[in-house]
């Protein structure tokens, strides 16, 4: 992953490591998008070095204790557990992409 930034002025591209907060101009790229791309001649690319961060792989240990705690979630009997299901005719369909829908609460205004 990295992200990429332009300046337009410098005619340069700057490809770096992920940013870790969304700025305006600034597109984030997977690692195949991010090794071929390529910028309109006379432009520079500036590649910036990635830091040697491996993500750790969880483990067993990590995998069970967040089935668990899915599970105990999910047996709740507590009224206060989580969401509620609402009112289905307070629903709204604002939009629909194959098997996903965006929805909103009728009641609340957008």
């Known amino acids: 992953m990295?992200?990429?930034?332009?300046?337009?002025?410098?005619?340069?591209?700057?490809?770096?490591?992920?940013?870790?907060?969304?700025?305006?101009?600034?597109y984030d790229l997977c690692a195949t998008h991010a090794s071929k791309m390529t910028v309109p001649q006379g432009w520079e690319v500036i590649r910036l070095a990635e830091p040697d961060t491996l993500v750790p792989e969880p483990d067993e240990d990590d995998l069970l204790a967040l089935a668990n705690a899915v599970r105990e979630v999910g047996f709740s009997d507590s009224p206060n557990s989580g969401p509620q299901p609402g009112n289905p005719d307070s629903v709204v369909e604002l939009g629909r992409r194959g098997h996903l829908r965006v929805i909103a609460d009728a009641q609340r205004r957008i």
Do not use: K
């Open 2 to 26: 990295a992200t990429l930034t332009y300046v337009y002025a410098d005619s340069t591209a700057v490809l770096g490591p992920l940013a870790l907060q969304a700025t305006p101009g600034c």
